[in-house]
């Protein structure tokens, strides 16, 4: 099975496409998202397109407390989507997270140009897992109690 270039591909989904998302913007300019999967920024276009690229990262919430996971795409296994992606959770704190994803994006040279989105992405959806700390009951600093 033959598959088409990035390029074209873009150049055929890039008008109409069941991910595309339009909405208007601040100015008479409208504002183009993409709902694909592997999009890290949600934007339509090419460099973030998850459809279009053969090489893709995407970072997900995973089922368990502060899991993360981080998927790439195998590109000599295009034509098997079911194991085209290679996915690794990462469950430890933030900072060997980033650390794990700088050295899958930048260090191994997959993707260097989607750092910063990654790393961008990781952190929004590890701020999203975090629960909010809840404090203990204030007390009131009214007049205390008399006891009798």
């Known amino acids: 099975m033959a ?27 409208k ?3 993409s709902r694909e999967p592997n999009n890290l920024y949600n934007l339509h276009s ?4 998850g459809l279009a690229n ?9 089922g368990e ?17 079911a194991d085209s992606v290679h996915r690794s959770v990462l469950k430890k704190e933030f ?11 930048d260090e191994n040279y997959y993707r260097r140009d989607l ?7 990781l952190s929004a959806v590890h701020k999203s897992l975090r629960v909010a700390k809840t404090g203990g009951k204030k ?3 009214g007049k205390k109690a008399i006891r009798k």
């Open 65 to 81: 407390d502060l899991a993360v996971v981080l998927a790439t795409t195998k590109t000599k296994k295009l034509n098997k989507p």
């Open 3 to 29: 598959t088409l270039p990035g390029q074209l591909l873009w150049e055929i989904v890039k008008k109409n496409n069941c991910f595309l998302v339009r909405q208007n913007g601040n100015s008479s300019a």
């Open 139 to 141: 007390k009131s600093k």
């Open 115 to 121: 750092k910063k989105a990654a790393l961008a992405r």
């Open 95 to 105: 900072r060997k997270m980033a650390k794990a994803v700088i050295n899958q994006v």
């Open 31 to 33: 504002v183009q998202f």
């Open 46 to 49: 090419y460099k973030y397109s």
């Open 54 to 62: 053969d090489k893709t990262v995407s970072i997900t919430p995973a």
